[in-house]
T-cell receptor
């Protein structure tokens, strides 16, 4: 089954304790992205990757890191989590396309992170 | 100004009603358009792409108006199961592959 798999689904952690949220897709998609979703603010892009070893900042990258060493994996790293990073996180992937290509996103099931 | 704007709602409609959502986008060079559905605390799921000539999928019809830079979603014969938040998504037209999300319009279909 074509899917984007995120782990963990739920995580409660303490301020400053490094954590990694994993994301893996089995669709051979070039493009992967991380979003956070907060009430009233919608989905905001954290980082994205156009392909292996190509990553770039989205709209809210502060406090996050990513890597793309393999095409299928795109982990999100919080080196020193803070309470303002409490949020619902989604990983998403898409075929890369230009112009009028209508390739949409496939989202993972989400990771609900609480930082206390 | 936001790249994509939607009325947050909620739209409260009875079963069987027809309901329409609009969404406006600011970048005239945008090339790809989508409607996503998101249930509470779940991931967004692609409902339908929106094509220039308009397209229909069962009870759902999507339209694109490039001149006025808006897209619409029409739901006919609403079902209780249509209750969700509907996200308008616009993809930039260059090589950037940047997706812009609206904040979503909440729909409540009542018995």
């Amino acid at each position: 089954e074509a899917q984007v798999t995120q782990n963990p689904r739920y995580l409660i952690t303490v301020t400053g304790k490094k954590l990694t949220v994993t994301c893996s897709q089995n669709m051979n998609h070039e493009y992967m992205s991380w979003y956070r979703q907060d009430p009233g603010l919608g989905l905001r892009q954290i980082y994205y990757s156009m392909n292996v070893e190509v990553t770039d900042k989205g709209d809210v990258p502060e406090g996050y890191k990513v890597s793309r060493k393999e095409k299928r994996n795109f982990p999100l790293i919080l080196e020193s989590p803070s309470p303002n990073q409490t949020s619902l996180y989604f990983c998403a992937s898409s075929l890369s396309g230009t112009g009028r290509t209508n390739y949409g996103y496939t989202f993972g099931s989400g990771t609900r992170l609480t930082v206390v | 100004r936001k790249e994509v704007e939607q009325d947050p709602g909620p739209f409260n409609v009875p079963e069987g009603a027809t309901v329409a959502f609009n969404c406006t986008y600011s970048n005239s060079a945008s090339q790809s358009f989508f409607w996503y559905r998101q249930d509470c605390r779940k991931e967004p799921k692609l409902l339908m792409s929106v094509y220039s000539s308009g397209n229909e999928d069962g009870r759902f019809t999507a339209q694109l108006n490039r001149a006025s830079q808006y897209i619409s979603l029409l739901i006919r014969d609403s079902k209780l199961s249509d209750s969700a938040t509907y996200l308008c998504v616009v993809k930039s037209g260059d090589n950037f592959n940047k997706f812009y999300f609206g904040s979503g319009t909440k729909l409540n279909v009542k018995p």
